[in-house]
């Protein structure tokens, strides 16, 4: 267990702006990895291997991106007890994100608002971070998750996320594609039909090319969102398994506020994540399962806060689970607390 317990830490991080808060938190982690006050944050790790899209994953709780945008704290994350990390999203240039404030707490509902945008330093910044880290040498699996550039043309998004793709190819266990946030302007058009066939299909092609240049073929999982109906998650399922997809992650933030209606900071734009989430992206699980059926891989993300919420993922449908608004709410007790209950079923 950590030697700082996190009730500690919580009350001093919840006085700040949420986005000075996060910063801090990162730049600690970034600064102290590797060295002697990892201690302050570590868990045991629990094993619990599963295999999905090819991959051992050494257990089924795993971090989701948009925490560690720049890839800077992967170790000190991994430490955590996480058998997957995700960082991201990159894009191909850096580009600051919209204005702030762009965060939000709802403590109420255990919740956030966030409208960052895809802030990020960039592609080769990026991939030098992720060089650095060691996490993939202790056996655990490191996802990278790619975006585009606020500034490209929708009808070049395309382009953005082939550059991505080529960049962080040979450096990750898998790869997500990210269509789903909605803080970048008109990125969720990629999830309607026509356009996810042409994206998805040019990422297959790219692919191709790039395992047969790097001698291995990378998974390739697409993040979605939980503003779904049923018709379009069956559209979306459709296309994963036209185009060779090894998965779905399911599912980012969502736009709908009629779970923290009348709470501080529920209109402010941006995506809600957190308690509220729980049930829309386990809706979407479950309706993905049907779709897919059983053996492909889905990764649940939305809403986990208690060892139950995550176990409710599994019941849906998923394979592993993901977690962020809950680590900021629960702290690292939270991975191992999930990680223990995930082993347990199986037992």
Not at 239 to 246: I, Y
Not at 276 to 304: D, H, Y
Request: glycine share 10%.
């Amino acid at each position: 267990m950590p030697l700082l317990p996190y009730p500690l830490a919580r009350p001093f991080l919840f006085g700040m702006d949420p986005e000075t808060a996060h910063e801090l938190t990162l730049g600690t982690l970034a600064r102290a990895q590797g060295t002697p006050l990892r201690w302050a944050w570590c868990n045991g790790f629990v094993p619990d291997p599963i295999e999905l899209a090819g991959l051992r994953f050494p257990n089924r709780i795993g971090l989701a991106a948009g925490l560690d945008k720049n890839a800077r704290c992967i170790d000190a994350l991994g430490g955590m007890g996480f058998g997957f990390v995700e960082v991201g999203t990159v894009t191909p240039r850096a580009q600051p994100g919209n204005p702030r404030p762009r965060m939000f707490r709802l403590p109420e509902a255990n919740a956030l608002i966030n409208r960052l945008g895809f802030n990020n330093e960039g592609l080769d910044a990026f991939i030098a971070n992720v060089q650095r880290s060691r996490f993939r040498q202790q056996g655990r699996l490191l996802g990278l998750n790619i975006g585009k550039n606020a500034a490209t043309p929708i009808e070049h998004a395309t382009d953005d996320y082939l550059a991505c793709l080529a960049g962080v190819y040979p450096h990750a266990d898998y790869v997500t594609v990210n269509i789903s946030s909605p803080n970048t302007k008109n990125l969720r058009a990629l999830q309607s039909d026509e356009a996810l066939d042409a994206l998805l299909g040019a990422i297959a092609a790219r692919r191709g090319e790039l395992a047969g240049q790097h001698g291995r073929r990378v998974p390739i999982f697409v993040k979605i969102a939980p503003d779904l109906d049923a018709a379009q998650v069956d559209v979306i399922a459709a296309t994963l398994r036209r185009h060779g997809m090894d998965g779905v992650i399911a599912t980012n933030t969502t736009v709908a506020r009629d779970k923290v209606a009348g709470l501080a900071h529920a209109e402010e734009a941006g995506g809600l994540s957190g308690g509220p989430l729980l049930e829309a992206s386990n809706r979407v699980i479950a309706q993905l399962r049907a779709a897919l059926g059983a053996g492909f891989p889905i990764i649940g993300v939305g809403g986990v806060l208690s060892a139950q919420d995550a176990l409710s993922k599994l019941q849906a449908g998923a394979d592993v689970v993901q977690i962020y608004t809950g680590l900021i709410y629960r702290g690292p007790a939270l991975v191992d607390e999930i990680a223990r209950a995930f082993k347990a079923q199986r037992a």
